[in-house]
Nanobody
Framework: QVQLVESGGGLVQAGGSLRLSCAAS????????MGWYRQAPGNRSESVAS???????NYADSVKGRFTISRDNAKNTVYLQMNSLKPGDTDVYFC???????????????WGQGTQVPVSS
């Protein structure tokens, strides 16, 4: 299987920056799209940003111009640079990867455990 481990979350003041990282490990044959989602308790999850293996990116309108997603394919790692953070960005951020495991013949979606990003005003 594939394990995703996020890091980099924590309390930050409004206007500040954070960089989240998510490293994939395990029996990986290939990873296609990686991305970040966020969810507050009781709310639906929201796709924040995604990036394909080739580097094509997509962002939620609410974070365009403030967040940047990138990845290191050699390290199976995806990053989310978050600048100009607002209290409304407060959420639990989850990493997602669409991957194919060794010996498998299909693609599956894998999730990290989530990392909290509280933004104080």
């Amino acid at each position: 299987q594939v394990q995703l481990v996020e890091s980099g979350g924590g309390l930050v003041q409004a206007g500040g920056s954070l960089r989240l990282s998510c490293a994939a490990s395990g029996s990986i044959f290939s990873i296609s799209t990686m991305g970040w989602y966020r969810q507050a308790p009781g709310n639906r999850s929201e796709s924040v940003a995604s990036i394909t293996y080739g580097g094509a990116t997509n962002y939620a309108d609410s974070v365009k111009g403030r967040f940047t997603i990138s990845r290191d394919n050699a390290k199976n790692t995806v990053y989310l640079q978050m600048n100009s953070l607002k209290p409304g960005d407060t959420d639990v951020y989850f990493c997602n990867a669409r991957a194919r495991v060794r010996g498998g013949d299909s693609w599956s979606s894998f999730w990290g455990q989530g990392t909290q990003v509280p933004v104080s005003s």
